[in-house]
């Protein structure tokens, strides 16, 4: 539903709202107290119900889920009831990718950002334990060039100890001015308990890179899949690898006018980003009629649909079909690159877009997988906008892997485990994925 037309239903709709689900004095906490709550409360807060009810991807999960319906509906008095209503009803679910984010907390990232405050680089999450975990790891930010590693519980920072802390308090914590030195306290499995020092600085955009290694090998690193035209600069990158291979004097071990012997794939702290171009992206490496994804589930009312979902498969899209930002993709190029040996590293922080390519190069026995268990994000999501500000993001699909593998939560194993040691002189892992194309 658009912001129009929940703005509209809210304001149109005068009816009184049907007696359900009556919360307890333990769910109004924070609440307002009023004797006669604005209707318009209610129809946003409404509208957001629907939009869960019809897009969520998991609708078992939502067997109890029409106790929420009602639930707020004598409580809602400001907007303010609106944002705690909505977040408790999206947390209900026990969902980390099904959240609501306030005016608020939108506005709150926006003055950090214009007062000039940069973050550590890492992402937390709370487990069952209310502790506080690395979840993903920006490259090129302080953390990603420190000891800290996925998976880590994050105890303190700057001092200041987690305990009791809400999310929103945490995250606030790493954020400070460039220079600042940043000291936090983490606990890993395989070093214990340490502080660590971040000196904090602006994270650079992340660019596409390429380079030849020894061996006649190539690498390219593809930071994420956030649009057309960073796919299609990825493609230019390929090509120029390709003509280097050719140009190669020797230097680099290969032959006058040869190919590439190799070519290792980076994605390593690649969030991911759209489906449609992990799909495009795969469809480079993989012949026709290949899976890139086994089975796409998404809401359905359908009846003939079982459980209340849609599957579908997702192919390879032919060569002759494949375009990239509107131009097609060079057939010799293609040719190529879906006959090349291919190693593809990943870590903690490759997830979703970059799980559905290396999921589909894995299981079509394409290439070989290199370094740590990727982030585990086997879901697709939606994102409604409200007029208040807020935004309710919906898990709205799941996938899994052409060999049927469900990585939600788990990831993907890799074919050979390299742990990269924070002490480390040399890239471990690429000098791994290099070595297996020689």
């Not at 926006?110 to 000039?116: C, M």
């Not at 305990?163 to 600042?180: F, P």
């Not at 035209?229 to 290969?254: I, N, T, W």
């Not at 922080?349 to 268990?373: F, M, P, Q």
């Amino acid at each position: 539903m658009s912001e129009k037309a929940m703005s509209e239903k809210a304001m149109n709709d005068t009816g009184n709202a049907v007696a359900g689900d009556v919360a307890g004095s333990d769910d109004l906490k924070g609440f307002s107290q009023c004797a006669d709550p604005p209707l318009v409360w209610q129809n946003f807060y409404h509208a957001g119900f629907a939009e869960v009810k019809e897009k969520y991807y998991d609708p078992a999960a939502l067997k109890d889920f029409d106790r929420y319906e009602h639930k707020y509906d004598a409580n809602l008095c400001t907007p303010a009831d609106l944002d705690q209503a909505l977040a408790r009803m999206a947390e209900s679910l026990h969902n980390p990718w099904t959240k609501y984010t306030s005016r608020a907390e939108i506005e709150a990232k926006a003055d950090r950002e214009r007062l000039g405050l940069v973050p550590a680089g890492f992402e937390l999450a709370s487990d069952k334990n209310n502790k506080f975990k690395i979840e993903f790891i920006h490259n090129g930010s302080p953390a990603k060039n420190s000891a800290l590693r996925e998976g880590d519980t994050v105890r303190s920072i700057d001092g200041q100890d987690l305990t009791g802390m809400t999310l929103a308090q945490a995250k606030a914590l790493q954020y400070g001015n460039a220079g600042r030195v940043l000291t936090v306290e983490a606990e890993s499995s395989i070093v214990g308990s340490e502080k660590i020092a971040l000196t904090l600085a602006a994270t650079p955009p992340d660019q596409i890179q390429s380079r030849m290694l020894e061996g006649g090998v190539g690498y390219v690193r593809l930071p994420d899949f956030k649009n057309e035209a960073r796919l299609e600069d990825f493609v230019g990158q390929l090509k120029q690898l390709q003509a280097s291979a050719a140009a190669d004097d020797g230097k680099l071990g290969g032959k006058p006018g040869g190919k590439l012997k190799g070519l290792v794939l980076d994605l390593r702290n690649d969030p991911g980003g759209d489906l449609p171009l992990a799909i495009k992206a795969a469809s480079l490496f993989l012949p026709s009629d290949s899976m890139i994804v086994a089975k796409q589930y998404v809401p359905s009312h359908d009846p003939k649909d079982a459980d209340g979902l849609r599957e579908t498969d997702l192919k390879v899209i032919a060569a002759a079909d494949l375009s990239i930002n509107g131009k097609p993709v060079d057939k010799a190029l293609l040719a190529e690159l879906q006959k090349i040996p291919m190693t593809v590293l990943v870590n903690g922080s490759s997830a979703s877009a970059a799980e559905v390519l290396t999921g589909a190069l894995k299981d079509n026995y394409r290439a070989t997988i290199v370094g740590s268990h990727t982030f585990g994000k086997a879901v697709g999501y939606k994102t409604a906008h409200f007029p208040t500000g807020g935004e309710l993001r919906i898990a709205g699909m799941k996938y899994r892997t052409p060999s049927g593998f469900d990585l939600s939560g788990r990831g993907l194993v890799p074919d050979k485990e390299v742990v990269s040691r924070p002490d480390a002189q040399e890239d471990e892992q690429l000098q791994v994925a290099q070595k297996l194309l020689q």
